[in-house]
């Protein structure tokens, strides 16, 4: 019996894709979900274990853990896909910003690796932990600097854990830029976003499918960063 796969965050966009890809290949997989949109109840009905948590919540790890460890033996992999794109100009208290950025985005997974490892080595398979980073590790962002820090200290835990996790735990980043536009990005912004890479495309989800599959088929990548931006690195 294969392990399963745990996704954070995924009741929608990609971690949701994510989600519907692994069901439709008989990978088992369980998420967390924040808040209960429609599709959970669908995702239910199809074997997919979704568990609430909201990791602003000072005990959400250790209820996790505690949850996942009551079900499972071992874990195939896991995808920390939970994020919140927040940003300076719609906080003015740049403190809980800072630390809700630091939060969901570096201590929750630096804490959900250390109290997990023990089921990802127990995974029939070698295992994998993916980190949904951003483009923006590289280069920084002014209108999202908590936001592109926190990503920073993501993918520098990427280095450390692939180190300490080495042989039979694979660690990685996957960093995109544009994947999917948001339903309220209004079309003045759609355009000056596409134009910022030299593919010009909002390229959906399958992008970062198959950058997961490569990971998680590969015996030989780790503490490596898979860049999913259209080139925008040479605009
Ligand atoms: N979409 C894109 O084009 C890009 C995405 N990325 C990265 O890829 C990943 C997936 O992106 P995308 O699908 O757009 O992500 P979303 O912005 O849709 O966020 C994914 C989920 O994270 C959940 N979440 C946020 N904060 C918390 C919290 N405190 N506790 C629990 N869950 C929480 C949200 O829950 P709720 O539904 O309750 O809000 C949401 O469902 C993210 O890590 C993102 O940073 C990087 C670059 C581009
Ligand atoms: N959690 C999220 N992170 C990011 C999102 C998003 O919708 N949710 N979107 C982006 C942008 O697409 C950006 O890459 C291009 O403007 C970045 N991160």
Not at 176 to 205: A, H, V, W
Request: glycine share 4%; with cysteine.
């Amino acid at each position: 019996m294969t392990a399963p796969i745990l996704i954070t965050g995924a009741a929608q966009r990609i971690g949701l894709a994510l989600v519907q890809h692994f069901v439709a290949t008989g990978q088992p997989v369980v998420i967390t979900y924040r808040t209960r949109h429609n599709v959970i109840d669908e995702l239910e009905q199809s074997g997919v274990h979704c568990i609430s948590v909201d990791f602003d919540n000072s005990q959400s790890v250790e209820q996790l853990q505690e949850t996942l460890r009551a079900r499972y033996s071992a874990l195939r992999a896991i995808i920390h896909n939970a994020s919140s794109w927040d940003c300076e100009a719609n906080n003015p208290d740049f403190d809980s910003l800072f630390d809700n950025m630091m939060r969901i985005h570096a201590k929750v997974p630096y804490k959900l690796n250390l109290a997990l490892a023990d089921l990802l080595l127990a995974s029939p398979v070698p295992a994998d932990i993916i980190h949904l980073t951003d483009y923006v590790v590289e280069t920084g962002s002014p209108k999202h600097i908590a936001y592109a820090a926190s990503k920073a200290a993501l993918d520098n835990l990427t280095r450390s854990f692939a180190t300490k996790f080495a042989p039979k735990i694979k660690v990685n980043s996957i960093a995109p830029s544009l994947i999917i536009f948001n339903q309220d990005d209004p079309p003045e912004y759609r355009e000056k976003t596409l134009k910022k890479s030299l593919m010009g495309i909002e390229p959906g989800c399958k992008e970062i499918i198959n950058s997961v599959e490569l990971l998680l088929n590969s015996d030989y990548i780790t503490g490596r960063t898979i860049p999913v931006d259209g080139g925008r690195h040479l605009k």
